[in-house]
């Protein structure tokens, strides 16, 4: 079938989930009725695991840096669904990722620049408490007490 070569030129390129491949294949005109059966297939032959995409995206990110609010959105924009186990993960590696971003950074000792630190943070996925709390942990005892100089 011509639709079944298709998806296979599409996942060759890269692996894609479930609602991607339903996407790029609803942009070269088949039919949902069509895509349907061909979505089921590729599931059962294995060339489709949403649940396994997920998790080695989560993994590629969290090693990047990247925070639980972030990874929650590009899950998101790659129309996989979200199930506990997959939040459970996200929440696990949340002190990972942050650690891995605040290591590619140098922690500052005024305050400006902390606060600087945090709001990077911040924009890369990480809640303000957490980001915080785990920046506090992760600093040397220098920079505990920066008194009259913040």
Same mark, same amino acid.
């Given at each position: 079938?011509?639709?079944?070569?298709?998806?296979?030129?599409? /996942?060759?390129? #890269?692996?894609?989930?479930?609602? $991607?491949?339903?996407?790029?294949?609803l =942009?070269? %005109?088949?039919? *949902?009725?069509?895509?349907s059966?061909?979505?089921?297939?590729?599931?059962?032959?294995?060339?489709?695991?949403?649940?396994?995409?997920?998790?080695?995206?989560?993994?590629?990110?969290?090693?990047?840096?990247?925070?639980?609010?972030?990874?929650?959105?590009? /899950?998101?924009? #790659?129309?996989?669904?979200?199930? $506990?186990?997959?939040?459970?993960?996200? =929440?696990? %590696?949340?002190? *990972?990722?942050?650690?891995?971003?605040?290591?590619?950074?140098?922690?500052?000792?005024?305050f400006?620049?902390?606060?600087?630190?945090?709001?990077?943070?911040?924009?890369?996925?990480?809640?303000?408490?957490?980001?915080?709390?785990?920046?506090?942990?992760?600093?040397?005892?220098?920079?505990?007490?920066?008194?009259?100089?913040c």
């Open positions: 079938m011509y639709i079944e070569k298709e998806a296979v030129k599409i /996942l060759a390129r #890269r692996s894609r989930t479930s609602g $991607e491949l339903c996407d790029a294949l =942009k070269k %005109g088949f039919s *949902k009725e069509s895509i059966p061909v979505l089921e297939k590729y599931r059962h032959l294995g060339y489709l695991n949403d649940e396994e995409e997920a998790y080695r995206s989560i993994e590629k990110w969290e090693k990047k840096g990247y925070g639980p609010q972030w990874i929650l959105y590009q /899950l998101k924009g #790659r129309k996989i669904a979200l199930t $506990e186990a997959l939040l459970k993960k996200i =929440k696990e %590696g949340e002190k *990972k990722s942050l650690a891995v971003f605040l290591a590619k950074k140098k922690i500052k000792s005024s400006k620049e902390q606060r600087g630190l945090i709001a990077a943070a911040v924009r890369r996925g990480f809640d303000v408490e957490s980001a915080w709390q785990i920046f506090e942990e992760n600093r040397g005892d220098e920079y505990r007490h920066c008194g009259d100089e």
